[in-house]
């Protein structure tokens, strides 16, 4: 079923490791199974260079100039829904979000205990001890930054459960159904 509708976009933000990206995959899935035509952007990609400019570590601006192209792109080939998977820090950065985007957006944060999100860090970095010491630390800072933050429209708890029943959990809570 294709939509009239005007064009939407949803980020999925969160700590490291609470299965942003697993949970925009399966929501890309299940939006297509609805006939609804959609894209999923991993912000990750779109900021991946090095180095990183002064006072900018996660290369925010490369990701904001990157994502105006991307989505300008879906939009104009048809998509009406997009999914993205990234970290929103501050409301400052959600404007520059929303401004970048030429789509209405809603923000959900996806909520993982963090010794949950230690035993998934565990497994993803596993032989990379350097790796994994930096996310378990981030994870504890970053889920701080977003509890005083509060960018998000919606709260989804995805501890435990499979990304595809977090995505479904994740449509209803933003009336994508």
């Known amino acids: 079923m294709i939509t009239s509708e005007p064009p939407r976009a949803l980020l999925i933000t969160g700590t490291v490791g609470s299965g942003k990206t697993a949970t ?5 899935g299940l939006l297509a199974d609805a006939g609804i035509p959609n894209a999923v ?12 400019p002064p006072g900018d570590p996660f290369n925010t601006a ?16 048809g998509v009406s829904r997009l ?9 400052a950065e ?20 963090l010794p949950a999100v230690h035993r998934r ?3 993803r970095h596993e032989g990379d001890e350097a790796g994994l010491r930096w996310h378990v630390e981030r994870s504890g800072e ?5 509890d005083a933050a509060s960018v ?7 501890a435990d459960r499979p990304a595809v029943a977090v995505a479904a959990a994740v449509l209803d809570a933003v009336g994508w159904r």
Do not use: H, Q
């Open 142 to 146: 970053l889920d701080r930054i977003l």
């Open 41 to 52: 952007v991993d912000l990750d990609w779109l900021r991946r260079s090095w180095p990183s």
């Open 121 to 123: 860090l565990t497994r």
């Open 24 to 28: 925009a995959d399966a929501l890309g």
């Open 83 to 91: 999914v993205l998977a990234g970290v929103v820090e501050s409301r």
């Open 152 to 158: 998000e429209d919606v709260v989804v708890e995805a």
């Open 62 to 77: 490369m990701t904001l100039r990157n994502l105006r192209d991307v989505a300008r792109n879906y939009l104009e080939a």
């Open 94 to 113: 959600r404007r520059r979000y929303e401004e970048t985007l030429a789509a209405e957006l809603t923000v959900c944060r996806l909520r993982v205990a």
